[in-house]
């Protein structure tokens, strides 16, 4: 099955590993794990707990630096780069334990994600006002995905939902080629899961999309692609009913239900 | 659009309308008071203050608004006097450029020194900065140009610009002034910059910052050299002010002082270092003519304000009700 992936003619394939591993201090947390992620595509990534999803996500994202395995985004190895290096590169991450800025409004925390991109990080003799110019698009993804009504509160007073969304509109601000989601709906109410979910499908049109999600009926319905994971190995990857079909996928991971 | 219910945090007290114009009107009459002040105090002890509450404030970009913790700053303060005293008394330059000379040193003291430690995270650090400062004492301990325990002595204040004699207590006095001024507003204008966003993002949330594709131990060596300028800045002007560069300046006591002087006032508040080191400062001049043991008595003061009001005089100020509607605000 993993066969399908790589002889499959269609959209290219922007980011993918092959043999990934890692250990920690003996204890191997993911092993030879081989991943394409291509363009236009939404890819999961799921599995039981402590199967190493976001430890994959650490690798691919350079965080954490790969035991074995090789990496390559873009054409290009990324096995040895750093990963604010990673990032400018177009493979941009959101964080399992939602990362924002708290003590920055949520206009603000769009601001940081453009302020790089717009030139604009380096310069402390300018004035903060310097950074009005980047209000109309910051704006503009807050609209978006809904936050308007919240624009000008501080991050840290949001509802562990809506930090959930703020942190998917700076990932979006940066417009990256590759975009990876750790449980992007995890603590969502089921309105915004229906939001985030059609922004996601949106947005991957013109890129790329790795996600982990245990929310599976959002998985079969946004999905193109979806990849097992289980005690840090692939155990099945295909499409949803194919891998949901999977006998060793039932019996690890969803149990006796379908 | 339904409104939903928000848990919010409602004790945040919202600024006044018209505080912004109540602070210009506190800070016009500080700049008044600073202006007059040498009428009432002798102006060697108000410069003192004005030298040590630049240091501290140039420490306070580091610690308040970086999030790191140098135990090394001594170097770049006690460094620059002795580049400024060394250019001004052996090769006769005039005072603005000697102090120019000891700001660029102690940049490049602290490229080399954050260059170092800048990959460490808090205590490791700490020690690094320490211990690369210890090893710049042993240089200026050794190095023939400090005259050792002697120390650079009386150095020529000179005139400035060609024009203006620092001879003259007074005319000293507003050129301290005017340093330091300016100080104060380069740190303002780094912290409320581009630049000082992207250092505030780095101290609330690292790992994010760094998957917005920011090389954050750049952002954090750029602080490091800034704050060792200005600490440098202070130093020279303090060697202008006594006349004297000493080995005291660039022991790890001075790297210290700053901390406790900084921590005292409230770190991560414009106005806190200022308060803090005007302090100590004051404590020290009304001690020394007395019996007590400066040091024993610091440490006291230190102790209860730290358990009194952890975030410092101005932080805990900053966080009264009277202070947040004045629109105050701490980096915490
Ligand atoms: N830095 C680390 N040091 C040691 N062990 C680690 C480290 N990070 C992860 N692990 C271990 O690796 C395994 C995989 O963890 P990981 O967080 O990748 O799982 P996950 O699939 O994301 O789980 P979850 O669904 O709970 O988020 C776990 O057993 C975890 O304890
Ligand atoms: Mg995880």
Known sequence: MALSVATQAGPRVVLSARGLGKDFSGFTAVNGVDLDVHHSRIHALIGPNGAGKTTVFNLLTKFLQPTRGQITLLGQDITHTRPDKVARMGLVRSFQISAIFPHLTVRENVKVALQRPAGLATQFWLPLSSLDRLDARADELIEKLGLSRWRDYRAADLSYGRKRVLEIATTLALDPAVLLLDEPMAGMGQEDVAMVADIIRDVASERAVLMVEHNLSVVADICHHVTVLQRGEIIATGDYATVSADPRVRTAYMGSEA | ?332
């Open chain 2, 1 to 332: 659009m339904a409104a939903k219910s928000e848990p919010i945090a409602t004790e945040q007290v919202a600024a006044h309308p018209r505080a912004g114009q109540v602070r210009l009107v506190l800070l016009v009459i500080a700049l008044a008071a600073l202006l007059a002040a040498p009428l009432f105090l002798y102006p060697i002890f108000l410069m003192k203050l004005l030298a040590f509450a630049l240091f501290a404030s140039a420490f306070n970009l580091l610690l308040g608004y970086t999030g790191l913790l140098s135990f090394g700053h001594a170097a770049f303060f006690g460094g620059a006097a002795y580049f400024t005293a060394h250019a001004v008394k052996v090769w006769g330059w005039s005072p603005e450029a000697g102090i120019l000379l000891g700001v660029l040193g102690a940049a490049a003291l602290g490229l080399v020194m954050g260059a170092i430690a800048i990959r460490r995270q808090g205590i490791y650090f700490a020690m690094i900065t320490l211990a690369l400062s210890q090893m710049f004492f042993f240089f200026c301990l050794q190095a023939p140009f400090t005259h050792g325990e002697d120390g650079i002595q009386s150095v020529p204040r000179g005139h400035l610009f060609g024009v203006i004699d620092l001879n003259q207590p007074l005319n000293m006095y507003y050129f301290v002034l005017a340093v330091f001024v300016i100080g104060l507003l380069i740190i303002w204008r780094f912290v409320n910059s581009p630049f000082g966003m992207i250092l505030k993002s780095i101290r609330e949330n690292e790992s994010r910052a760094i998957s917005l594709g920011y090389s954050v131990q750049h952002y954090k060596l750029g602080a490091f050299v800034m704050s060792a300028a200005l600490a440098g800045l202070a130093g020279g002007v303090k060697a202008l002010i006594f006349q004297f560069a000493t080995l005291t300046d660039v022991t790890w006591q001075m790297s210290g002082e700053v901390i406790l002087m900084t921590l005292l006032g409230g770190i991560g508040t414009l106005f806190g270092p200022i308060v803090g080191s005007g302090l100590v400062v004051t404590l020290q001049n009304v001690l020394a003519t007395s019996d007590f043991p400066v040091t024993i008595i610091t440490g006291l003061v230190f102790m209860v304000c730290v358990l009194l009001f952890r975030r410092g005089i101005v932080g805990e100020f900053c966080a009264t009700k009277l202070g947040k509607m004045l629109g105050f605000r701490t980096e915490n």
